[in-house]
C-alpha cells in the first residue's frame, strides 16, 4: 500500500505538515488505519501516509499508535 503527498516540490508547494491518519485498532500484525475519510487495513512492513513503514502496533493509554521505522 503506497500513500502519496499532494505536496508537489516541482511546483513550489509543500506540505506543512505531515499527513494526519489515526490507527483506531490491531491485532499485531494488522491495523486499522482511517486517512483522508478512508478505513484501510494496514499490515507489518507498508508505508504509512506520512512515509514512514510500520513495524508494529501499540495501544497506550486506550489509544493505538504505529510503530514506526
Known amino acids: 500500500m ?3 503527498s ?3 516540490p516541482s511546483k513550489g508547494t509543500v ?3 505531515p499527513p494526519k491518519f489515526e490507527i483506531v485498532y490491531s ?3 494488522r491495523g ?3 486517512y483522508g475519510g478512508y478505513v484501510y487495513v494496514v499490515r507489518l512492513g507498508d508505508k504509512l ?3 514512514r513503514r510500520a513495524i508494529g502496533f501499540e ?3 486506550g489509544s493505538w499508535s ?3 521505522l
Do not use: H, R
Request: proline share 4%; hydrophobic share 40%.
Open 2 to 4: 503506497e500513500f502519496t
Open 6 to 8: 499532494e505536496a508537489d
Open 15 to 17: 506540505a506543512a505538515s
Open 27 to 29: 491485532d499485531g500484525d
Open 32 to 34: 486499522l488505519m482511517v
Open 49 to 51: 501516509p506520512d512515509g
Open 59 to 61: 495501544k497506550q493509554e
Open 66 to 68: 504505529a510503530m514506526t
